[in-house]
């Protein structure tokens, strides 16, 4: 019967934590609004260039640089044409889908790649922990622009090039953040009791301490995603990025530069886009910083109290 009613009890708590998320989430209205822009851009990348076919990618040499808001061309143009007569509404949301794609398998390898030897390195003894932090030491030693472009040089410009580089170059911070929060989560009660029970590493590190220091490894991943776009944006600016047909919104901005003073829309939307993204990022971040901090989270619960 015990067996039956702790799944039960586990779900439910569960279910509420999200509900409580949720209900924190709405009564936070920058965060909400936050998390919706976040969620229509995902979307739009997902979807978006399914739905609009090769809309991106036909040529209208007629359209060439047409101004925005000008619906005579029809409502693909609504943002105006490129150089080469392609709407840039339709430019906009296939860049979306290969701009979250690099930033999200970078952040997701960094991640990963990371947590695993930040939570080996933060619970074994100090000889794997050492050889593993000086490992990211080389790493960081470099520059990350100068990893980049080495590596891009040598293995060429592409989607899975450009993931690998910045996902080499953000594993440290991960790596360094979950050993610090190992070394202090090991030494609570429930981890020596673990360990008293005859509990083997593996099952404490992914039962009992993993669970702990995941809401941090999130919330930096949220932040670190941002960063990701960024850099990927800079260089497929400076041409050592996704390179053509393939397109980003960084490369978007590239392409745009030599129109500035006739063409300012070519760089602006695309600019826009990386801009809003961000700071959707960035502001969320900071309030999932607070929520999955059961120290901190009384303070949205006393926010949402005195406005209500």
């Given at each position: 019967?015990?067996?039956?009613?702790?799944?039960?009890?586990?779900?439910?708590g569960?279910?509420?934590?999200?509900?409580?998320?949720?209900?924190m989430?709405?009564?936070?209205?920058?965060?909400?609004?936050?998390?919706?822009v976040?969620?229509?851009?995902?979307?739009?990348a997902l979807?978006g260039?399914?739905?609009l076919g090769?809309?991106?990618?036909d040529?209208?040499?007629?359209?060439?640089?047409s101004?925005p808001?000008d619906?005579?061309?029809?409502?693909?143009?609504?943002l105006?044409?490129?150089?080469?007569?392609r709407?840039?509404?339709?430019?906009?949301?296939?860049?979306a889908?290969s701009?979250m794609?690099?930033?999200?398998?970078?952040?997701?390898?960094?991640?990963?790649?990371?947590a695993a030897?930040?939570l080996?390195?933060?619970?074994l003894?100090?000889?794997?922990s050492?050889?593993?932090m000086?490992?990211?030491?080389v790493?960081?030693?470099?520059?990350?622009?100068?990893?980049?472009?080495?590596?891009?040089?040598?293995?060429?410009?592409?989607?899975?090039?450009?993931?690998?580089?910045?996902?080499?170059?953000?594993?440290?911070?991960?790596l360094?953040?979950?050993r610090?929060?190992?070394?202090?989560?090991?030494?609570?009660?429930f981890?020596?009791?673990?360990?008293?029970?005859g509990?083997r590493?593996?099952?404490i590190?992914?039962r009992?301490?993993?669970?702990?220091?995941a809401?941090?490894?999130?919330?930096?991943?949220?932040?670190d995603f941002a960063?990701v776009m960024?850099?990927e944006?800079?260089l497929?600016?400076l041409?050592?990025?996704?390179?053509?047909?393939?397109?980003t919104?960084?490369?978007?901005v590239s392409?745009?530069?030599?129109?500035?003073?006739?063409?300012?829309?070519?760089?602006?939307?695309?600019?826009?886009?990386i801009v809003?993204?961000?700071?959707?990022?960035?502001?969320?971040s900071?309030?999932m910083r607070?929520?999955?901090?059961p120290?901190?989270?009384?303070?949205?619960?006393?926010?949402?109290?005195?406005?209500?």
């Amino acid at each position: 019967m015990t067996d039956l009613t702790l799944p039960k009890s586990s779900q439910s708590g569960a279910r509420g934590g999200i509900a409580a998320l949720l209900a924190m989430l709405w009564r936070d209205k920058v965060a909400l609004v936050s998390a919706l822009v976040l969620l229509v851009i995902v979307i739009c990348a997902l979807i978006g260039p399914t739905l609009l076919g090769d809309l991106a990618t036909d040529q209208n040499l007629r359209g060439r640089n047409s101004p925005p808001f000008d619906l005579e061309r029809g409502w693909a143009f609504v943002l105006g044409g490129d150089s080469l007569g392609r709407p840039m509404l339709a430019r906009l949301v296939v860049a979306a889908r290969s701009t979250m794609m690099v930033a999200a398998g970078a952040v997701a390898c960094a991640l990963l790649i990371g947590a695993a030897l930040g939570l080996v390195a933060g619970y074994l003894g100090k000889g794997v922990s050492q050889v593993i932090m000086r490992l990211a030491d080389v790493i960081m030693s470099f520059p990350s622009l100068l990893i980049a472009v080495v590596v891009l040089y040598v293995l060429g410009p592409s989607v899975p090039n450009m993931i690998l580089v910045l996902a080499i170059t953000r594993i440290p911070i991960y790596l360094r953040t979950t050993r610090a929060e190992v070394l202090e989560v090991r030494e609570r009660m429930f981890v020596q009791a673990a360990v008293v029970m005859g509990a083997r590493p593996g099952r404490i590190i992914l039962r009992h301490i993993l669970p702990v220091v995941a809401p941090t490894l999130v919330t930096i991943a949220t932040l670190d995603f941002a960063f990701v776009m960024l850099a990927e944006s800079a260089l497929s600016f400076l041409g050592i990025g996704i390179q053509p047909p393939d397109i980003t919104w960084g490369l978007m901005v590239s392409q745009g530069r030599p129109y500035l003073t006739s063409a300012w829309w070519l760089a602006f939307w695309p600019g826009l886009m990386i801009v809003i993204t961000t700071l959707s990022l960035n502001l969320l971040s900071n309030w999932m910083r607070i929520a999955l901090d059961p120290a901190q989270r009384w303070r949205l619960e006393a926010r949402s109290t005195t406005n209500g």
